[in-house]
């Protein structure tokens, strides 16, 4: 993780941070007594310029990222553009970006500071995740979609100490 952190932060991202299921699978993990870590999907980095929208930027920053650590899983988004394709006002911050997203226990984001301290955005508070709960954040309305997403995962097979909130 360290590794990870390190290698985003050297990216030199506007408000740069590694966020999502790489942050909540790792404290699941941990919470669960495992001692490998469930494999990602993805690892998502997640930063903030509003004065650079261009998507093919991402591109290439996955492929630093690709090529740095010789894994495929990079996903990079700049949050400021992010709201076009939710369909939600203009997000004003990495914080208000995240605060959209379905589960709150997932709205987490880490970076590693330039004294290698490791700083977290967190909008919803961390005791969901910390508690191994999941519920629909307050801001993302699309009920549907977080049912059949939550559903979809099947969280529950592999961290069994979950305790899902309405659904």
């Known amino acids: 993780m360290m590794n990870d952190l390190s290698v985003v932060r050297s990216l030199e ?17 941990y919470l669960h007594g495992y001692h490998t870590r469930t494999p990602l999907n993805d690892i998502d980095v997640i930063y903030y310029n509003k004065d650079e929208l261009d998507e093919e ?6 492929q630093q990222l690709k090529q740095a650590t010789g894994n495929p899983l990079w996903s990079v988004k700049n949050q400021a553009r992010m709201h076009i394709q939710n ?3 203009p997000y004003l911050s990495i914080q208000d970006a995240i605060s959209y997203w379905p589960e709150t226990a997932t709205a ?8 290698n301290r490791i700083s977290y955005v967190c909008p919803h508070g961390l005791d969901d995740m910390f508690e191994c709960r999941v519920r629909q954040s307050p801001l993302f309305k699309d009920e549907a979609y977080y049912q059949k997403r939550v559903r979809g995962k099947q ?13």
């Open 13 to 29: 991202l506007p408000h740069g941070h590694i966020a999502a299921g790489y942050v909540r699978n790792y404290i699941w993990d």
């Open 155 to 167: 969280w529950e097979a592999i961290w069994p100490k979950l305790t899902f909130i309405g659904l």
């Open 87 to 89: 369909g939600n006002r």
């Open 108 to 115: 987490v984001a880490i970076t590693l500071e330039a004294d």
């Open 57 to 62: 930027v991402e591109k290439k920053l996955e």
